[in-house]
């Protein structure tokens, strides 16, 4: 059963994760554990901070980000399309594994968006944008 789906279009600017952010508090009203909304958010903000530093560098400010949060009794569901070249998800991800740790400067987005996803997809869309997908499994508090 479906709870809640809402959708955003941001700028490319890493001053719109601010606007990203705020939107995503309305999520917290549900029956979300909050463990699992923190987590969410965490994911939310690493994938959107990733479409703006890497998929869209070189691309305008006005290329728009879009994401789309659904949330049912069992799964958050969320999905950030960008316009940039795209890129393999899995030889990317098992790379960033090797290389970095908690203390890592930097490259550390991935790592963190797949220990907290329960499944991760980044795929090229037929309207030549690409989608990462990372979707949560929780127990509902209600």
Known sequence: MLLQKRDIRTQSDPKALNTVLVWFDQFQELSLPHTIWLQCQLALIEGFTNAVRHAHQGLPENTP???????????????????????????????????????????????????????????RMADHRNCLHICKHYQSEA
């Open 65 to 123: 980000i879009d994401i789309e949060v659904t949330i049912s009794q069992t799964t958050v569901d969320i999905y950030i399309w960008d316009s940039g070249p795209g890129f393999d998800l899995m030889a990317m991800l098992a790379r960033k594994l090797r290389t970095t740790n908690h203390d890592s400067e930097g490259g550390r987005g991935l790592r963190i968006i797949h220990l907290i996803a329960d499944q991760m997809t980044y795929q």
